[in-house]
């Protein structure tokens, strides 16, 4: 048996709704200090407030194309050109459907041609619901996930670690994600409509209840659950709704808060 002494970790910087409390930012975290997942409304001040060097990132990874999750990717952009890191060394993983459309626009919003700016190509992954991507340090699986865009259900596997955890991104309660996620030390599932179950009916933004994604967790056996995307208010809420349903841990991260699995 291969023995693992190395951890994962998992740093949040935003766990707010769609319009952040200031100070706040919509969700984005860091896995092991270099693959960023969403870039949100702030992603250089997330990143040098809490001394992490944005130069150093080798990955961005992204859930899907709502405003809330990418508005900075053009920050990100531009500190590369202003700090000359080549844009080929950035790797962006996202949602086939429109990783390539928005990662264009964000370097056409930086006029790149006025400036002269040549080889503006970051590496695009794009990935379609049940494609997987892998490389030496780590593995990512997806599903799909119920959302008015495409969306990915991300499963990390750590190879240094061994540990594995998930991500789902925005969605509304969506079973296949249980299969998917089966065996994660932990799941970061949003609950954006607070400390319920969300009513299908009633449900035209495609987002959780707090029970709906308790549910997914007590189904899969996860070890942990993490609720996010909302404001502080809901929060507590939220974790205490949740914990009627789920027999694990459950919490909601706060800004700068890590987690070592
Ligand atoms: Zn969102
Ligand atoms: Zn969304």
Not at 109 to 134: M, Q
């Amino acid at each position: 048996m291969m023995m693992h002494d190395e951890q994962t970790k998992i740093t949040f910087f935003g766990t707010s709704g769609a319009v952040p409390e200031v100070g706040g930012d919509s969700p984005t975290f860091l896995i092991n200090d270099k693959y960023l997942v969403d870039t949100g409304w702030s992603v250089i001040d997330n990143l040098r407030s809490r001394g992490h060097d944005p130069l150093q990132l080798e990955y961005l990874i992204f859930t899907h194309f709502h405003h809330d999750h990418y508005m900075s990717l053009p920050s990100l952009l531009f500190y590369y050109l202003m700090r000359g890191r080549p844009l080929e060394e950035l790797k962006i993983i996202g949602p086939a459907e429109d990783l390539h459309l928005i990662v264009r626009r964000a370097i056409d919003f930086l006029h790149a041609e006025r400036y002269g700016w040549a080889n503006l190509s970051p590496v695009l992954i794009p990935l379609t619901p049940g494609e997987a991507y892998e490389e030496e340090n780590f593995r990512l699986d997806t599903c799909s996930t119920a959302h008015p865009v495409q969306g990915l259900c991300y499963r990390f596997l750590d190879k240094k670690s061994g540990r594995m955890f998930s991500f789902t991104g925005d969605t509304a309660f969506h079973p296949p994600i249980i299969e998917h996620v089966r065996g994660s030390a932990l799941l970061i599932h949003e609950s954006a409509l607070g400390p319920i179950a969300a009513n299908p009916d009633k449900n035209d933004y495609m987002h959780s209840g707090a029970i709906d994604a308790a549910a997914i967790a007590e189904e899969a056996k996860v070890g942990k659950l993490l609720l996010l995307h909302g404001s502080a208010q809901i929060a507590e809420p939220c974790v205490q709704a949740a914990k009627q349903i789920f027999s694990g841990e459950v919490q909601w991260p706060k800004d700068g808060q890590t987690y070592i699995i």
